[in-house]
């Protein structure tokens, strides 16, 4: 069982950054797939980062490609993800999730949620 809790949404100007963190609990965080899912009203939720258990593989989105960043701090059992450039389609709830099968799927286990809202 693994109990996840993110932090670090708001409010940010088009071309702004921000840094999401997802902090768990939970003897084997190291050995999970960690990812990062984003819905925005009316829309489904959808794959933004993922990253593997030693952090040596990453995936991407090709939305955010080149602009958002995921890393993990086994030690600290924290994954983080970093987010340059963001955009006004960048708006969304962001979900931390782990326990998938492989690096972009989701798992059974989210967090609650942090909004993060672009103006443009």
């Known amino acids: 069982q693994v109990q996840l809790v993110e932090s670090g949404g708001g409010l940010v100007q088009a071309g702004g950054s921000l840094r999401l963190s997802c902090a768990a609990s939970?003897?084997?965080?190291?050995?999970?797939?960690m990812g990062w899912f984003r819905q925005a009203p009316g829309k489904e939720r959808e794959f933004v980062a993922g990253?593997?258990?030693?952090?040596?593989?990453?995936d991407y989105a090709d939305s955010v490609k080149g602009r958002f960043t995921i890393s993990r701090d086994n030690a600290k059992n924290t994954v983080y993800l970093q987010m340059n450039s963001l955009k006004p389609e960048d708006t969304s709830v962001y979900y931390c999730?782990?326990?998938?099968?492989?690096?972009?799927?989701?798992?059974?286990?989210w967090g609650q949620g942090t909004q993060v809202t672009v103006s443009s």
């Open positions: 939970g003897r084997t965080f190291s050995l999970y797939y």
């Open positions: 990253i593997s258990w030693r952090g040596s593989s990453t």
């Open positions: 999730n782990t326990g998938g099968a492989t690096i972009a799927t989701q798992g059974p286990f």
